[in-house]
């Protein structure tokens, strides 16, 4: 009798999910103020599905729909009709005529959407009078959406276009006064990996911003519901005082990392000189011993330098340090790796893997998205035999976590691998460096 209850309510609820449109309010805050998302990225972790949304234009938020085959509404509006300043005269295929209804003039800003979330034509702060019309005639077939905001409040209406009026995409005549049709912005979904979704599937939603950059957030579809995401300042640069190189830098959640390799060269060594307890710096390929020769070649500039262990704990500059195992473990969770998968060995998680990586660079096509900035590359490493290995397939990263007297922690990335590795390796081995901010000198 349970097993029959449960199976009644969970169809009941799937009835009402398959009744009733599932619709998610998107709104990006910066210092709690609303600001404008460049794409949106939804993700099915279920079913292995997504699609992006790019190209977005300024609002204050943007509508995603998942039930009519995820297509975004760019109103922003949660509620229709609240304010009466204007009425609907005319609603049929191919044209709408909305009336104004106000005493005064009405100071008046109009934007017209299609299905697809783009702005296909719009105004602002024209006076609208009492009486006065706007005729919109809407030359392509779909659904679209009218948004009209004055000073007493925010309408919507929605209408249908047809092919029939044989005019512009769209068409605005305002008693008599011909307005200026906008050009298409270029919104689209630029991705779309057969998205699908059922009662109950996990779903991550990620947004972009040119500037900076939120978290993910993560849930189970069970209705409709609101997602803000709160921006971090993204992107920023160090110089470090005792060579002048200057580094990228990028904030991620609580942590700010250099978001390229570590290049501090005090000093050049061969790759068969290594050692375990002394420190050793190397640059791929590179056997001689002057600084400036190596510096001068393509490896060093565009991977830096590979230290050993030694090398690497001293190496970053002050302000900054060589990452804990548990600061590399902070950013693979904020990236979605479980607490326990950050805890094992080998390799983990899902695809953190692969939002550190860069978007080139990478061998036989195994770039990165590069979802945070991080910019992964495959620096390559120093093996314990004295020879080099892998530039262009994989990264490896030292940490300051030991055990015993000849091991420490490291991260890896390979070309073929979505996943981050996480093992125990001899101190003599010559891995890249990435260095966080010290946490008191946050800003």
């Not at 630029?190 to 939603?205: H, K, P, T, V, Y």
């Not at 307890?277 to 600084?291: A, E, H, K, L, M």
């Not at 080998?346 to 990586?357: A, I, S, V, W």
Request: aromatic content about 12%; proline content about 3%.
């Amino acid at each position: 009798m349970k097993k029959l209850l449960l199976l009644f309510l969970m169809s009941a609820l799937a009835y009402s999910l398959s009744a009733q449109d599932v619709i998610y309010t998107v709104t990006g805050k910066i210092n709690d103020q609303t600001t404008s998302i460049d794409s949106i990225l939804v993700e099915n972790i279920s079913n292995n599905t997504r699609i992006l949304f790019g190209d977005l234009p300024d609002l204050p938020d943007y509508n995603i729909n998942l039930t009519q085959k995820a297509f975004w509404g760019a109103t922003g509006i949660k509620k229709f009709g609240t304010n009466k300043s204007f009425f609907i005269r005319q609603n049929t295929p191919g044209t709408m005529v909305i009336v104004c209804n106000e005493n005064q003039p009405a100071r008046t800003n109009l934007s017209v959407f299609n299905a697809n979330g783009q702005e296909v034509y719009g105004f602002k702060n024209r006076n609208i009078s009492k009486g006065q019309a706007i005729k919109i005639s809407l030359g392509e077939t779909g659904l679209f959406i009218i948004k009209i905001k004055s000073e007493l409040g925010i309408q919507t209406f929605k209408a249908m276009g047809s092919p029939f009026p044989k005019a512009r995409p769209v068409y605005v005549n305002i008693t008599g006064q011909l307005a200026a049709v906008h050009g298409f912005k270029a919104t689209k979904a630029a991705l779309d990996d057969g998205f699908s979704f059922s009662l109950g599937d996990s779903l991550r939603f990620t947004v972009y911003n040119s500037k900076y950059f939120a978290a993910p957030i993560s849930f189970k579809v069970s209705r409709s519901g609101s997602l803000v995401f709160n921006f971090n300042e993204k992107k920023g640069t160090f110089t470090d005082p005792r060579d002048k190189k200057t580094y990228k830098t990028v904030k991620i959640g609580t942590q700010t990392w250099m978001a390229e390799n570590l290049a501090y060269l005090p000093s050049v060594d061969s790759s068969s000189n290594g050692s375990e307890t002394d420190p050793r710096y190397y640059v791929y390929d590179y056997q001689g011993n002057s600084v400036s020769d190596a510096k001068a070649t393509d490896n060093y500039t565009t991977y830096g330098v590979l230290y050993n262990w030694p090398a690497a704990k001293a190496a970053c500059p002050s302000g900054w340090h060589l990452p804990t195992d548990e600061e590399w473990k902070t950013l693979e969770m904020y990236l979605g790796m479980s607490q326990s998968a950050a805890d094992s060995t080998n390799y983990r998680g899902t695809d953190e893997g692969k939002k550190l990586k860069s978007t080139s660079g990478w061998y036989d096509g195994g770039n990165g998205t590069d979802e945070v900035g991080f910019s992964a590359l495959p620096g390559g490493y120093r093996y314990s035999n004295g020879n080099v290995y892998d530039l262009g397939s994989y990264g490896m990263w030292w940490s300051t976590a030991v055990i015993g007297t000849a091991v420490a922690w490291n991260r890896a990335l390979s070309y073929g691998i979505d996943k981050v590795f996480r093992n125990l390796n001899n101190r003599a081995y010559g891995y890249s460096v990435r260095c966080v901010r010290d946490s008191d000198n946050e800003k």
